[in-house]
T-cell receptor
Framework: DTGVSQDPRHKITKRGQNVTFRCDPI?????LYWYRQTLGQGPEFLTY????????KSRLLSDRFSAERPKGSFSTLEIQRTEQGDSAMYLC??????????????FGPGTRLTVL | GDSVTQMEGPVTLSEEAFLTINCTYT??????LFWYVQYPGEGLQLLLK?????DKGSNKGFEATYRKETTSFHLEKGSVQVSDSAVYFC????????????FGKGTRLSVIA
């Protein structure tokens, strides 16, 4: 069990460019979550998957954001036409889900995005 | 909607001092409650949790009791160490278990020798 990994750890881009982040959850975890954390704030939910199905999207997830988990393993988060307000830490978490039980979420180290 | 309010930092303590970080919540139903910790340069780690009223979560000398009557989940430690310096986040998980965590803004703790 190597934990949740995210790539890249840091990304600097110019306004208007597209960026894509990757998250590899703990193997066999069927829930995968994306959060965004801005300076001085707690993580805010963006979207989550159960296996390959995207079950919920936050209103924070504008049309410029898209997330996929094509085979129910790794996930990607793409931001199109980045804006300076997108600068934040993007966190991925995963959890197992036995029926009827709430499980803790295991977080990756995050991808820090800076939009110039 | 569900929300978490925790005391603002930063909190600066001397080594071996007593720590309390207040956390209150608003939620429908009976959520699970969590404290996560973020050490410098690292990801969020679960510190402790409680899944029903009057449960006490504990880990690494930290404790928090789920108080339904006061909708609180205050984090305490009797004697802090320099290595406890980190940002602490209180969070709730809605009862259904099918929706994501709701976090407070975090409290930065600095412990000086």
């Amino acid at each position: 069990d190597t934990g949740v990994s995210q790539d890249p750890r840091h990304k600097i881009t110019k306004r208007g460019q597209n960026v894509t982040f990757r998250c590899d959850p703990i193997s066999e975890h069927n829930r995968l979550y994306w959060y965004r954390q801005t300076l001085g704030q707690g993580p805010e939910f963006l979207t989550y998957f159960q296996n390959e199905a995207q079950l919920e999207k936050s209103r924070l997830l504008s049309d410029r954001f898209s997330a996929e988990r094509p085979k129910g393993s790794f996930s990607t988060l793409e931001i199109q036409r980045t804006e300076q307000g997108d600068s934040a830490m993007y966190l991925c978490a995963s959890s197992p889900l036995p029926p009827g039980q709430f499980n803790e979420q295991f977080f990756g180290p995050g991808t820090r995005l800076t939009v110039l | 909607g569900d929300s978490v309010t925790q005391m603002e930092g930063p909190v600066t303590l001397s080594e071996e001092a007593f720590l309390t970080i207040n956390c209150t919540y608003t939620a429908t139903g009976y959520p699970s409650l969590f404290w996560y910790v973020q050490y410098p340069g690292e990801g969020l780690q679960l510190l402790l949790k409680a899944t029903k009223a009057d449960d006490k979560g504990s880990n690494k000398g930290f404790e928090a009791t789920y108080r339904k009557e006061t909708t609180s989940f205050h984090l305490e430690k009797g004697s802090v160490q320099v290595s406890d310096s980190a940002v602490y986040f209180c969070a709730l998980g809605p009862y259904s278990g099918n929706t994501p965590l709701v976090f407070g803004k975090g409290t930065r703790l600095s412990v000086i020798a």
